[in-house]
């Protein structure tokens, strides 16, 4: 995808036509224009063409220019305010004198003696008219340019409109002239004074200023639409205190590269992406994840550009520099959000192209039929006037964009990252939620859940005696009981030569006492275990945790459990889920025991559990779901992918740093389930601010058209052309600021939560799976196997795995290798049956399973 920088667009015709042009350019498989940003997206089919894309704009009389990322700044700017500002009160300097000399008289005011009379007076009385308003066409000359070139290339916009109706006007304020002075030569008084009273070069002057204060009141909206996404950008400090052999130096942020050194003190902006190296304290993440508590920071810990650090000075070592850092690639998903379409655009884009015709060829009946039924010219030409200026393709060319871009940029405060208009649509319309288990509902990272004791060894001195031997290993349930000591302030014991024996656990040595560490028929073999031991453990593996048993000095000391925890906030954005009347699965790959005891935890069903599902399997269950409606699948982002692809909506929670690289349509940043009915939330107040706009764009041309027509003539109501002009302005800055409403929600606020009013648009068929945009080996396999490629089998016997999250590292290892479609490793059985869809060697099966510290004994099939 490509995005183009587009100029002369003033209209959503203008739009359409560009949009139109380029679709037409051989090797574009798409194109999405915003009149919003005036910027384009264009998809290829094959190579790009860019100067081809920039050659079909020009040729339908705009102009356009590849963007680049620099330039996202600078397209943000509001540069139309100012100079519509400056046209306004330039055009104003002519327009006070101008409608005091046409209308002045009307009101008792006096005019100068040699204007008045019907004689050489009343054609200077046309003639300064005519020398105050042609400065007024040539202030705004852009809408008089614009409109002949929507002309000469066929697509007449909004400012054709303008400039037949202005230009209507003086032309025939010009012929008032001509007339009078025919009148006077003719010695014919009554003409002269008909066409005194008929010069219009008022309505022509006021037409143009009052579009004028239009368009500058819809350009400062516009500008606001923008803040969201501006405020972004000015997040990022300016400057990096660098620290370097020779120093410290404060450099432009620009010139820090991976890998730099960078000290940030308290109070201060963090520049780039990186690592804490040294010190320790709290940043406050608002900016990036609406997240208002502070997170602490300790050395390891990432942190990201343009958040704030609070406390204690860190020393940071640089990851992600410029557009790479996270800021960079939210911005940049907001700002492509913003130039691409939304469905319910393609109803309004469909009318814009056609509008303005429609309008002309209106106008041209209008007076037609005012003249058939014997009206005067004059009265004809002003109901055709009024209908071209009273006209408003803007505003159903505004009513999605401007939406859409204060949506996008609601979600971008929140934490909520939506990657196109069309996914924050269809979001809304979601009828089935499907979470995963790890990482989603759960925190992903094993902690400790229970401890229990005996008589002898109490809770306290178990956890630091557990401590000292799972200090020599890397396992996974180790670090959960050291994270435990740690966070209890319980010193880990003095232990001595501590050794694995492999599959089963540890032993070692503390004050010349045998202490070990392991599964149940480990201990079983270094103590007698009592039947309460072993009764809390048989619970603890119920509750889909994993019982560690230890004992000392030949005695059972106790047992800990240690499981994949349920995240607070789970159960209530389950609750709020439902609240919005969507139908809630939880899908797993783990076991049904665990998955069943985590729905109960989160207030699910029994039927509301799919367990025991490989990364295929939970495509075809997404797929399933789909025909009962609209689907979002809720995961990481990476090991889901088939299934984030092959949804209606893919949701990447916890995403981080790697926002730009998931294969979902919408990120949430703070790995927060709740944000998942935020996300939904929001979306159908966008959708449902859409076709507010949209109804009421439609409702003013409906009324206002006819109005401006005359067809209430015979009841005494009609409309002159400057009040025609000032309703056009109005009803565009009505839109836009309908949508700026929008900046008043809380995607969070679950106060008025109900199931949607308005069903999704009907699906006719189930799309292809969206193409993923990254290296994921997991999608790669699922796809082969749709596709009927051929698979084999085989059985690879393992030595050294105790528990669930041994299964998870093997399973992930082998999954990891190209051929290799799924793995099903079982901890139990030690043995891991992969299912090939390639020539995979034993050698690097073996490797990779033994890279992770555990031991291959045979390898079968």
């Given amino acids: 995808m490509q995005r183009f920088e587009v100029t002369g667009m003033s209209c959503a015709a203008c739009s359409a036509h560009v949009e139109k042009a380029v679709a037409a350019v051989p090797g574009v498989s798409g194109v999405a224009v915003s009149l919003l940003t005036n910027s384009m997206q264009v998809e290829y089919e094959g190579d790009p063409v860019p100067d081809d894309v920039i050659a079909a704009v020009e040729a339908a009389g705009y102009g356009a220019a590849v963007a680049e990322e620099s330039d996202l700044a600078d397209g943000l700017e509001d540069t139309e305010t100012p100079k519509m500002r400056r046209r306004l009160i330039y055009s104003l300097c002519f327009l006070v004198p101008l409608m005091y000399l046409s209308m002045g008289h009307m009101v008792g005011l006096p005019l100068p003696p040699f204007l008045e009379g019907d004689g050489a007076g009343a054609i200077l009385f046309g003639v300064c008219q005519l020398a105050l308003t042609l400065p007024v066409c040539w202030i705004n000359r852009a809408f008089f340019i614009s409109g002949w070139k929507g002309v000469r290339s066929l ?36 003409q002269v004074m008909q066409f005194r009273h008929d010069l219009y070069f008022e309505s022509a002057a006021m037409i143009l200023t009052l579009i004028t204060v239009g368009k500058m009141l819809e350009a400062y909206s516009k500008g606001k639409t923008t803040s969201a996404l501006k405020s972004l950008m000015q997040l990022a400090p300016p ?14 942020v620009e010139q820090v590269r991976v890998g730099d050194l960078f000290l940030v003190r308290p109070g201060e902006s963090i520049p780039v992406d990186g690592v804490v190296e040294q010190g320790q304290s709290s940043v406050n993440e608002a900016a990036l994840t609406g997240e208002s508590m502070p997170v602490d920071k300790n050395p390891g810990s990432p942190v990201s550009a343009a958040t704030i650090n609070q406390n204690g000075a860190l020393t940071c070592r640089a990851t992600r520099v410029g557009q790479d850092t996270t800021l960079s690639q ?12 939304a469905p319910l655009a393609r109803t309004a884009d469909k009318v814009a192209g056609i509008f303005v015709p429609t309008v002309i060829g209106i106008a041209a009946v209008t007076l037609v039929i005012w003249l058939l039924i014997g009206k005067p010219f004059d009265f004809a030409l002003a109901r055709g006037i009024s209908v071209l200026v009273i006209s408003c393709p803007c505003a159903l060319g505004l009513a999605t964009p401007v939406a859409v871009m204060v949506g996008s940029g609601v979600g971008a ?26 990482g989603t509902v759960t925190t992903g990272e094993p902690t400790v859940v229970e401890i229990v004791g005996t008589r002898q060894v109490p809770q306290k001195f178990l956890l630091g005696m557990a401590a000292a031997l799972e200090s020599q290993s890397e396992h996974p349930l180790a670090k959960a009981v050291l994270a435990c000591a740690k966070e209890n302030g319980v010193r880990p014991s003095m232990v001595k030569d501590v050794q694995a024996v492999p599959g089963k656990g540890l032993v070692g040595k503390m004050a010349g006492k045998v202490m070990a560490g392991g599964n149940e028929a480990f201990i079983r073999s270094q103590a007698d275990v009592p039947d309460d031991l072993l009764e809390a453990g048989a619970r603890l593996a119920e509750q889909g945790a994993t019982p560690l048993y230890f004992s000392l000095d030949g005695h059972a000391a106790g047992v800990i459990g240690v499981a994949d925890s349920v995240k607070p906030s789970s159960k209530q954005a389950i609750a709020e889920l439902r609240a919005l009347g969507l139908h809630v699965v939880l899908l797993t790959g783990d076991n049904a025991r665990t998955a069943a005891y985590i729905a109960q935890q989160v207030g699910l069903a029994e039927d509301d559990v799919v367990a025991g599902v490989l990364p295929a399997g939970k495509e075809a269950e997404v797929r399933r779901l789909q025909a009962e409606g609209r689907v979002a699948m809720v995961g990481d982002g990476i090991n889901d992918a088939p299934a984030l692809t092959r949804a209606d909506t893919g949701i990447a929670i916890g995403a981080g740093a790697d926002v730009a690289l998931d294969a979902a349509d919408v990120v949430l940043v703070r790995s927060d389930p709740a944000d998942v009915a935020a996300a939904v939330r929001l979306s159908r107040k966008v959708v449902t601010n859409i076709h507010e706009n949209l109804f009421w764009a439609f409702f003013y041309n409906a009324i206002c058209i006819p109005l401006a027509a005359g067809v209430l003539y015979p009841l005494g109501i009609l409309l002159n052309p400057m009040i025609a002009a000032a309703a056009m302005s109005l009803s565009s800055v009505c839109v836009v600021t309908n949508a700026l409403r929008l900046n008043t929600v809380d995607p969070h606020n679950s106060t008025h939560d109900a199931p949607p009013k308005r069903k999704a648009p009907p699906r006719e068929e189930l799309p292809e799976p969206k193409a993923c945009p990254v290296a994921c080996p997991v999608a790669a396999a699922d796809s082969t196997t749709m596709k009927g490629e051929p698979t084999m089998k085989k059985t690879i016997h393992i030595e050294g795995m105790m528990c669930a999250h041994c299964e998870a590292t093997v399973k992930k290892a082998l999954e990891a290798l190209d051929g290799v479609q799924n793995a099903e490793v079982s901890h139990e059985a030690g043995t891991a049956v992969v299912t090939l869809n390639g020539d995979v060697a034993d050698d690097a099966l073996r490797d990779a399973v033994q890279a992770k510290d555990y031991k291959v004994t045979g390898i079968e099939g």
């Avoid at 400057?239 to 432009?252: M, N």
Wanted: proline share 3%; hydrophobic share 50%.
């Fill in 155 to 190: 697509s007449p916009g909004m400012d054709t409109l303008v400039a037949m109706g202005a230009g209507a006007a003086l032309v025939y304020g010009v012929f008032a002239i001509i007339m009078m002075g025919a009148g006077l030569a003719a010695g014919n008084p009554d």
């Fill in 239 to 252: 400057t990096a205190h660098l620290l370097r052999e020779d120093g410290e130096f404060t450099v432009p």
């Fill in 330 to 341: 939210v911005i940049r998903l907001v700002a492509d959000a913003a130039s691409t379409k």
């Fill in 413 to 438: 405060r929140s934490g909520i990252l939506f990657k196109t208009a069309a996914s924050l649509e269809a979001t809304g319309y979601t009828d089935t939620v499907v979470l995963d288990k790890t």
